[in-house]
Nanobody, 126 residues
Framework: QVQVAESGGGLVQAGGSLRLSCTVS????????TGWFRQAPGREREFVAA????????YYADSVKGRFSSSRDSAKNTVYLQMSSLKAEDTAVYYC???????????????????WGQGTQVTVSS
């Protein structure tokens, strides 16, 4: 069974930085990619970034491109999301999802991810 846990959320002022971590436990032998999504109250879950386990290639939503950066440490089964130049509109619960093997490119839909963490709250003051 796969377990996913996000951490690193908190309160930060606009223009500041924050780093989120996503640790995956269990059988990850055929994992393909890790996705970052966020959801604000009353909003749908929104794609933020994705990183492939093999090679570490990344893709970012236009709203965060140039400000957010994802990386992974395979030995620790951990993926990071470094967030810089944060804006008030970045405030949301951030989720980490795991997509299985057999895929290509960068999955951007919720349905592509089979396992999810509990989410971590990021609040950016205006």
């Amino acid at each position: 069974q796969v377990q996913v846990a996000e951490s690193g959320g908190g309160l930060v002022q606009a223009g500041g930085s924050l780093r989120l971590s996503c640790t995956v436990s269990g059988r990850t032998f055929r994992s393909y990619a890790t996705g970052w999504f966020r959801q604000a109250p009353g909003r749908e879950r929104e794609f933020v970034a994705a990183i492939r386990w093999s090679g570490g290639a990344t893709y970012y939503a236009d709203s965060v491109k140039g400000r957010f950066s994802s990386s992974r440490d395979s030995a620790k089964n951990t993926v990071y999301l470094q967030m810089s130049s944060l804006k008030a509109e970045d405030t949301a619960v951030y989720y980490c999802g795991i997509a299985g093997g057999g895929l290509s490119g960068f999955p951007k839909t919720v349905s592509a991810y089979a396992y999810w963490g509990q989410g971590t709250q990021v609040t950016v003051s205006s």
